[in-house]
T-cell receptor
Framework: AQSVTQLGSHVSVSEGALVLLRCNYS??????LFWYVQYPNQGLQLLLKYTSAATLVKGINGFEAEFKKSETSFHLTKPSAHMSDAAEYFC???????????FGAGTRLTVKP | EPEVTQTPSHQVTQMGQEVILRCVPISNHLYFYWYRQILGQKVEFLVSFYNNEISEKSEIFDDQFSVERPDGSNFTLKIRSTKLEDSAMYFC?????????????FGEGSRLTVL
């Protein structure tokens, strides 16, 4: 099965600073990739997804991610962090052959005033 | 906006007791999932369900676990004899179609505490 690795279990940035959350996938065939956000005491909400169309994907709340096949990466970025961005972010992969979705370990984003 | 709903939001049980977690997926969705998140850890796949049968299950989903769609709207996860290590947040999710590009819609989770 496919898998994703998220580098950094905890990222802390200042308000207004660039947000960069890293995700690498393991596959010889590009899978479908997703970023979900989990706010405290809530379920997971889709931020954006890559489905083999454009490599730069724009999502909600100003987030975007770029699929780079050469680096097997799908890093999540936002130019300017807001306090409301503080949450847990999960990268996920969906196998083209199977129908399930597997998640990375998550990265907790803290935004300092 | 349609949403996945889960009950109960929090359940406390004694070790060895049976627990049933309930989910109402989005009404026109066909694929259903249970995931587990132990406190502070990753979201782990348990099982997927389609056409009234299990499609896939992980190694976590052993004989103590079962799923059912008893009445065409509810989707339940049963843990037959709970263990301390079953304490976790359990998320139900549903997907409209079989396309692997499809988004999973998640409920807000059921927190299970096993004492």
């Amino acid at each position: 099965a496919q898998s994703v690795t998220q580098l950094g279990s905890h990222v802390s940035v200042s308000e207004g600073a660039l947000v960069l959350l890293r995700c690498n996938y393991s596959s010889s065939v590009p899978p479908y990739l997703f970023w979900y956000v989990q706010y405290p005491n809530q379920g997971l909400q889709l931020l954006l997804k890559y489905t083999s169309a454009a490599t730069l994907v724009k999502g909600i709340n100003g987030f975007e991610a770029e699929f780079k096949k050469s680096e097997t990466s799908f890093h999540l970025t936002k130019p300017s962090a807001h306090m409301s961005d503080a949450a847990e972010y999960f990268c996920a992969v969906s196998d083209r052959d199977n129908n399930d979705m597997r998640f990375g370990a998550g990265t907790r984003l803290t935004v300092k005033p | 906006e349609p949403e996945v709903t889960q009950t109960p939001s929090h359940q406390v049980t004694q070790m060895g007791q049976e627990v049933i977690l309930r989910c109402v997926p989005i009404s026109n969705h066909l694929y259903f999932y249970w995931y587990r998140q132990i406190l502070g850890q990753k979201v782990e796949f348990l099982v997927s369900f389609y056409n009234n049968e299990i499609s896939e299950k992980s190694e976590i989903f052993d004989d103590q676990f079962s799923v059912e769609r008893p009445d065409g709207s509810n989707f339940t996860l049963k843990i037959r004899s709970t263990k301390l290590e079953d304490s976790a947040m359990y998320f139900c999710a549903s997907k409209e179609s079989g396309q692997n590009t499809g988004e999973l819609f998640f409920g807000e989770g059921s927190r299970l505490t096993v004492l």
